[in-house]
T-cell receptor, first 109, second 114 residues
C-alpha cells in the first residue's frame, strides 16, 4: 500500500525559511509532487521530484530521497500569501496517486 | 487556456436524495480524476480515467457512486442515494497523458447532505 505522513501544522514568520517534511511507506513508489491549497481554493501544483535530489523553482525547492522514503518542501523568503495547506503526493508509477494529509502553514507578520 | 470547469459549485441535499457533479477538463488532457476532500484532509482519489476508460476505481464506493466519461472529454460523478457522510468537497482534476504528477484542479463542488 501507499501512505504519506506530514506534520499537521507549521508556523513561521514573514521572511523566514520553513521546511515541510513528508515521509512515506509504499511499494513501487516512483515520484513525489507538492501542491498548495489556500482555504476554499483548489490544490495547485508546485513541484515534482522524479529523481533523488533538490529541485528549485523560485522561492520554493523540493527534495526527494527514495532510499530514505523522505522528501521535503522548502519555502524561502516567506510571505503572508504563503499561508496555506501544503500536500505531498505520491506517484505509484502512474497507477494511482495518493495525497498526504497536508500541512497547514501559518505565516506571521 | 481555460481551466478545469466544475458545476455546481455548491449543492445542499437531503439524505437519500441523488446528486450529480459535472466536470469539463482542460482541452487535450486525456487523464481525468475525481477526488473527495474532507475538511482538514488531503484529497482522496475516487476514480481515474484515461480517455473514456476508468483505469483506477478501487476507491469508488460502487454501491452508491457511479461515474462516466462517455466521449473521453467531460465527466459526471453521481451519488445515489446520498448519505450524511458524503458531505465533502468533490474535486475534478486533469493532466496530460503521462504527466499524472502535475494535475490541474477545478474549483470543486461543496456538497452538504442534511
Amino acid at each position: 500500500g501507499q501512505s504519506l505522513e506530514q506534520p499537521s501544522e507549521v508556523t513561521a514568520v514573514e521572511g523566514a525559511i520553513v521546511q515541510i517534511n513528508c515521509t512515506y511507506q509504499t511499494s513501487g513508489f516512483y515520484g513525489l509532487s507538492w501542491y498548495q491549497q489556500h482555504d476554499g481554493g483548489a490544490p495547485t501544483f508546485l513541484s515534482y521530484n522524479a529523481l533523488d535530489g533538490l529541485e528549485e523553482t523560485g522561492r520554493f525547492s523540493s527534495f526527494l530521497s527514495r532510499s530514505d522514503s523522505y522528501g521535503y518542501l522548502l519555502l524561502q523568503e516567506l510571505q503572508m500569501k504563503d499561508s496555506a495547506s501544503y500536500f505531498c503526493a505520491g506517484d505509484n508509477y502512474g497507477q494511482n496517486f495518493v495525497f498526504g494529509p497536508g500541512t497547514r502553514l501559518s505565516v506571521l507578520p | 487556456e481555460a481551466g478545469v470547469v466544475q458545476s455546481p459549485r455548491y449543492k445542499i441535499i437531503e439524505k437519500k436524495q441523488p446528486v450529480a457533479f459535472w466536470c469539463n477538463p482542460i482541452s487535450g488532457h486525456n487523464t481525468l480524476y475525481w477526488y473527495r476532500q474532507n475538511l482538514g484532509q488531503g484529497p482522496e482519489l475516487l476514480i481515474r480515467y484515461e480517455n473514456e476508460e476508468a483505469v483506477d476505481d478501487s476507491q469508488l464506493p460502487k454501491d452508491r457512486f457511479s461515474a462516466e466519461r462517455l466521449k473521453g472529454v467531460d465527466s459526471t460523478l453521481k451519488i445515489q442515494p446520498a448519505e450524511l457522510g458524503d458531505s465533502a468537497v468533490y474535486l475534478c482534476a486533469s493532466s496530460p497523458e503521462g504527466e499524472s504528477y502535475e494535475q490541474y484542479f477545478g474549483p470543486g463542488t461543496r456538497l452538504t447532505v442534511t
